[in-house]
């Protein structure tokens, strides 16, 4: 496989492999499951759902653990995430680039879950647009949130992690996006501690 970014190829090498261990921790998945149900509480017309950047399927999961009934599919780019994936046998997982990826259907709602970060912020208009192609409906976003772009250091790596208005974006380059609903995940929730403060975004397309 060739990588259009360095940020790609970092995610496939020993980096990703590290962080599929850190990720598979059963508070980790507890709060994934929190996470989801308040936002298809919200939501609960969503009948299908398509992640871009799955890892080992925390997020997956939660949604096949809140809704059996849900169409899932994943797209990931490490080989041994989507492994991993693939064997739970709850969602498709296409294990490509995300931005190699073609989009070859519709879901009820596309979304990423601390992916766009890691983009490099010059490929993101073509990432936004695979969200949007591949939405029938709904988009969300559960990222970092900075009102302007920076950079900061990831784990001693830089050029690994950016902040920005993603949301903002997109509404932005996609006029009949409007915003649903949002909310903050908080790193101190004792109940459900997640690692990071994160913001959600729910956007719906038009028609």
């Known amino acids: ?45 969503i009948r299908s759902a398509t992640e871009f950047g799955s890892n080992i399927g925390n997020n997956i999961e939660a949604l096949s653990q ?39 259907h519709l879901s009820d709602m596309t979304f990423t879950s601390g992916v766009l970060i890691h983009i490099n912020p010059d490929f993101l208009p073509g990432f936004y647009e695979k969200l949007y192609a ?21 784990r001693g790596h830089k050029d690994r992690l950016f902040k920005r208005d993603f949301a903002g974006d997109m509404m932005d380059l996609y006029p009949d996006l409007t915003l649903e609903d949002y909310g903050f ?8 501690p997640i690692g990071s403060n994160t913001n959600w975004f729910m956007m719906k397309k038009a028609g």
């Open 1 to 45: 496989m060739t990588y259009q970014t360095d940020q790609e190829r970092f995610w496939t090498e020993e980096f990703g492999s590290e962080y599929m261990k850190r990720n598979d921790s059963e508070i980790l998945k507890k709060s994934c499951v929190n996470q989801f149900h308040e936002i298809l509480t919200r939501f609960p017309q």
């Open 134 to 154: 591949t939405s029938s409906k709904y988009i969300l976003l559960i990222e970092y949130y900075n009102p302007t772009p920076v950079a900061i250091d990831y």
């Open 66 to 104: 809140l809704n059996k009934e849900l169409d899932l599919t994943a797209i990931e780019i490490n080989p041994k995430a989507a492994e991993i994936l693939r064997a739970k046998n709850i969602c498709r997982v296409i294990n490509e680039s995300i931005l190699d990826y073609t989009p070859d």
């Open 185 to 192: 995940f908080y790193n101190r929730d004792s109940r459900y």
